[in-house]
């Protein structure tokens, strides 16, 4: 189930019109940490629902997702991942 979740979290990010993720972002993270396979696949299935051209662009924002976020759910480390989410989301618009 929590794979769904954190799919549809995603789905929302990428393809949504949303001024801020920061309420989506708290889950996400938490989501992420329990088991960070899901993010791995994730990622794949992502990438093979979008155009090849985009592939590389996309797993590099993956990538840049996780930049000095640690295994923890304290504020710093939330607020860290909340602020990768947004470049994320501006970095990778879905067109």
Same mark, same amino acid.
Do not use: Y
């Given at each position: ?11 929302? *990010? ?19 940490? *329990? ?31 996780? *930049? ?28």
């Amino acid at each position: 189930m929590f794979p769904e979740i954190l799919k549809t979290l995603f789905e929302i *990010v990428l393809f949504e019109d949303l001024g801020n993720q920061w309420r989506l972002s708290r889950p996400m993270i938490t989501l992420i940490l *329990v088991n960070e396979q899901i993010l791995t696949d994730l990622k794949a299935h992502i990438l093979s629902s979008q155009p090849i051209d985009q592939h590389q662009r996309l797993s590099l924002c993956f990538d840049k997702l996780m *930049v000095d976020v640690n295994r923890s759910l304290d504020s710093n480390n939330r607020n860290k991942f909340t602020q990768n989410l947004t470049l994320f989301r501006n970095d990778f618009p879905m067109k």
